[in-house]
């Protein structure tokens, strides 16, 4: 049976959605796009280079077996980062530099001045070393 690439990838994905949790699916694999099929090769999209990493390492064999039941013989799968240009840019965060005089300053509250609420008799000064126990 021959099937387009779109075809293939799509029974791959909704095999191997029933033998992975509902979570894991999402966010793993449900993001990939197969971008092309060759005699030996399915080269696939994935959002990031961590997916690639991460998809290959952890899933790789189990999409390998899918695709063997499905066509009946092996395919090596590529997994590739999307195009960086094409990505959505990644938002830039501004810093202001603070004033010159604006330090942050000492809590002035009433527990400024106020006597430490720690037990007096817990202090380094009476710290025996030894066997307590």
């Known amino acids: 049976m021959e099937f387009t690439a779109d075809e293939l990838w799509s029974r791959v994905l909704d095999t191997t959605r029933d033998k992975l949790q509902g979570q894991t699916y999402r966010t793993w694999l449900a993001a990939t796009t197969v971008v092309g099929v060759t005699d030996s090769e399915i080269l696939v999209e994935v959002p990031s280079e961590f997916h690639v990493e991460w998809i290959s390492l952890r899933y790789g064999p189990l999409l390998q077996d899918v695709v063997q039941q499905i066509l009946g013989r092996p395919l090596t799968l590529t997994f590739r980062c999307t195009d960086p240009a094409s ?47």
């Open 87 to 133: 990505a959505p840019p990644i938002p830039t965060i501004e810093v202001t530099p603070q004033a010159p005089g604006s330090t942050p300053r000492a809590p002035t509250g009433d527990r400024a001045g106020s006597p430490s609420t720690l037990n007096q008799r817990y202090a380094f000064e009476r710290f025996v070393v030894g066997n307590n126990n």
